[in-house]
């Protein structure tokens, strides 16, 4: 099985994987951990369905589907939320913008999907937006998430299938490395936004260390 069909494992079979790796899984979908995280928590909602899980997401994902695919959404939202708050806390030093799971969802997890999709089969990214990761390696890995290359998940479906050349172009080699806090452009030095988005992290959250 080549690198590109490498969801379907988890599609197929499920019951293989622990908890590490699979998080959730019924007869209609599967969570699972990203295996290459670009953030803190990054997960992807995979459809099993053999009617859409070949097709591309920026028009599979019809109101109908999203609506069949909500409540793995919020699985996935619910589990990040949970594991994050876990283990930090919004920091004193800075403005509380996640101070609830409201504003938290709202300001720190996006949901979507890429316009043009790096594997075969159908998923759905939910992720924080930290983007502080040791697997986050170049522009295009930060871009893909940064720039209209992503779809939100709210702007699903798309009218037609971008044309992957264009969109490469326009908005993974042409876009700056704008910081997903700040907006502070990076123009095209990657690692000073790396460094900078790990300074941020670490300004706006707090460890939690527990005592056992």
């Not at 988005?197 to 527990?210: A, G, R």
């Amino acid at each position: 099985m080549g690198w590109e069909s490498a969801l379907q494992q988890y599609i197929d079979h499920p019951d293989k994987y622990g908890k590490d790796t699979v998080i959730f899984s019924d007869s209609n979908a599967v969570i699972i951990h990203d295996g290459f995280p670009k953030s803190k928590y990054h997960l992807l909602v995979l459809p099993r369905s053999h009617q859409i899980t070949k097709k591309h997401p920026t028009i599979a994902l019809t109101p109908q589907v999203k609506d069949q695919l909500s409540d793995y959404v919020q699985k996935a939202i619910d589990y990040i939320y949970h594991r994050f708050s876990e283990q930090y806390r919004t920091s004193s030093r800075v403005d509380a913008l996640y101070t609830d799971k409201a504003s938290f969802t709202k300001e720190f997890i996006q949901v979507g999907i890429h316009s043009v999709p790096s594997m075969n089969n159908l998923h759905v990214h939910v992720l924080t937006r930290d983007f502080n990761s040791v697997r986050l390696k170049h522009k295009k890995h930060y871009n893909s998430f940064n720039t209209k290359f992503f779809v939100s998940w709210d702007d699903l479906p798309l009218q037609s299938i971008p044309v992957p050349k264009t969109i490469e172009t326009k908005y993974i080699k042409n876009e700056p490395l704008v910081c997903s806090y700040c907006k502070k452009d990076f123009g095209s030095q990657f690692k000073r936004l790396k460094d900078h988005l790990e300074e941020e992290f670490e300004k706006h959250f707090d460890p939690i260390i527990s005592i056992d």
